[in-house]
């Protein structure tokens, strides 16, 4: 027993949320040790390589750029918090994004960094919203998130400004697409967040996209004296009077922790829980199941032997598309549903002069259904990712400047795709549920006392809303309680 | 330590927190939250900082009394001392 390694603080996950949360409490001295069971960190937002190549997955673009001379916004707030300088990131950024609406993307929404642009573009086509418009803003500029707030329906007040259904559509578009886990409504609290983070404040990358944020999160965990242990999955936690005494790993290993922070989503740290052995305390409360998440994509990747400017693709950073006047943000009853989607080019963004990426890429990602994916015989597999991948790249050029079919395939050197079964397999998000379940746990507590939950189902999306997460969590739970 | 080095302690801490903020010209009786952006967890980092660095010890009930430079070096700077005398 003696053997045991014993740390202040184990976290379970080496996601954005998870270093976050470790950076915190290494940084005031805490012991701790992260537990990843990949190979590579990152969690949802990581990258892989195939010949020779780095894939991004997950990271399209950095949400909630802080402009020069703005109020400290989130991102601000969080480098603060994790004593990163936010030159350290590298942030570029994005030329133009646009809301693309109708067969071919007739409706269209422009936004950049400076929110003006999106307003003019609301007040040239809905003229008569844009004072609705302009007072729904304001309330989101106004809106103080609050872990105790409950739920409000989004779409309710948006209505409540907005006259008019494809107004209404084109705003919440961009907003479920980038991290709603529920279908077709959001929370208010979160619709906020959201649209802080992509339409007042704004996309930027790094040069070399999601790397380099987590090469700076994991130089800075380290410095401040964290360890990491990767390829060593969490497979079970003993607990003892309502409280975790070990976690037990992949390995059969035990180690043991004053305080458990788990980054691995909502149903993944409840069936956790599930798993200590020892039976709760009389009296104790039912758990309370966690529903797991129906959301996730499929995208396609086309690596380009030219810069897509070249091929007249060179104004858009990030479309967000449908080819209706209504968006079906649900579960297809098909694999895919190629009618709505994320473009995203990473070469349009403003790196700066001379600093062009090596090669073309085109990202598309749709809606997609997990069980389609999950248990076909591998060359089934294959045949309907070969198939999909067709259906959504043609459903996609719809809203990009017309190229030929035969130039577009000549200029295409390699190409990859990702699909459901992929998130799960690499992430161990149940069901590649990408912004996890539809029911949030804003508080991060769990069953079991000194176990808490950061990350996606703790309620913060996106890059930025993951390190926020891991921060607020260590805070709350770790370092208040001394 | 004198009040003034006790200041530069408080500022030093401030610097690292908020590198993004001017500090050249704070005025030392005045709020600090009138004159730079610190929210609420940014004032709970001075206090875990003012532990980390120096063992010294803001009670929450107390964490009012470094709303201002002066404010904050009349209620440190005998902390500091009483702490050097011990060691």
Request: aromatic letters at 8%; proline letters at 5%.
């Amino acid at each position: 027993m003696n053997t045991r390694a014993h740390y202040d603080v184990a976290i379970i996950g080496a996601g954005v949320s998870g270093l976050a949360a470790g950076i915190r409490v290494a940084h005031f001295g805490r012991r701790v040790c992260i537990f990843e069971r990949h190979n590579a960190p990152g969690g949802l937002n990581s990258f892989y390589s195939i010949g020779g190549r780095k894939f991004d997955v997950g990271l399209h673009a950095v949400t909630n750029y802080p402009r020069a001379g703005a109020r400290p916004g989130p991102l601000i707030r969080l480098l603060r918090q994790l004593r990163i300088d936010r030159d350290q990131l590298g942030l570029c950024e994005q030329r133009q994004s646009r809301i693309a609406f109708g067969p071919r993307g007739e409706e269209s929404l422009r936004f950049t960094n400076d929110f003006t642009v999106f307003e003019g573009e609301v007040a040239r086509r809905f003229p008569a919203q844009i004072d609705g418009f302009r007072t729904l803003a304001q309330l989101v500029r106004g809106h103080r998130y609050s872990q105790e707030a409950p739920f409000v329906s989004a779409r309710e007040v948006v209505r409540r400004h907005i006259g008019d259904r494809l107004l209404e559509e084109m705003l919440l578009c961009p907003l479920l697409m980038y991290g709603s886990a529920m279908e077709n409504d959001m929370d208010f609290g979160q619709f906020a967040l959201l649209f802080e983070a992509v339409l007042l404040e704004g996309f930027a990358r790094p040069f070399d996209g999601v790397r380099p944020v987590l090469r700076v999160l994991l130089d800075r965990y380290r410095e401040a004296g964290g360890e990491r242990r990767m390829k060593c999955g969490v497979r079970s936690l003993v607990s003892e009077a309502g409280r975790a005494v070990a976690l037990v790993l992949d390995s059969g290993e035990e180690v043991t922790a004053d305080h458990v922070i788990s980054s691995i989503g909502g149903p993944e740290t409840a069936a956790l829980v599930a798993s200590a052995s020892a039976p709760e305390p009389a009296g104790a409360a039912p758990q309370a199941s966690v529903p797991v998440g129906r959301i996730t994509f499929v995208e396609t990747v086309s690596v380009l032997d030219r810069q897509p400017a070249e091929l007249g693709w060179g104004d858009d950073t990030i479309v967000f598309f449908n080819d209706s006047d209504r968006l079906a943000y649900e579960r297809p009853e098909a694999q895919v549903d190629p009618r709505s989607g994320v473009i995203c080019i990473p070469n349009n963004f403003e790196y700066g002069p001379g600093r062009i990426l090596p090669e073309g890429m085109l990202r598309v990602t749709c809606l997609a259904n997990y069980d389609g994916w999950a248990r076909l015989p591998e060359e089934t597999y294959r045949a309907d990712k070969r198939k999909w991948f067709e259906v959504v790249q043609r459903s996609a050029r719809r809203f990009l400047p017309r190229v030929d079919e035969a130039k577009l395939a000549a200029a295409t050197v390699a190409t990859d795709m990702f699909t459901p079964r992929t998130v799960e397999k690499f992430t161990g998000h149940f069901s590649g549920a990408i912004y996890g379940s539809a029911v949030k746990n804003p508080g991060g507590v769990t069953p079991l006392a000194n176990v808490y939950l950061c990350g996606t189902d703790q309620g913060m999306l996106g890059i930025v809303g993951a390190m926020l997460s891991g921060i607020a969590i260590a805070n709350q739970h770790v370092l208040r309680k001394g | 330590m004198t009040q003034d080095q006790c200041k530069a302690a408080v500022l030093a801490i401030i610097a690292d927190i908020a590198p993004d903020e001017d500090l050249s010209d704070i005025k030392p009786d005045v709020r600090l939250r009138d004159q730079i952006d610190l929210d609420s967890m940014d004032f709970l980092d001075i206090v875990m900082e003012l532990r980390k660095r120096h063992g010294i010890e803001v009670p929450e009930a107390e964490y009012g009394q470094l709303a201002s430079l002066d404010s904050c070096a009349e209620y440190l700077t005998p902390k500091f001392n009483a702490l050097a005398a011990k060691s």
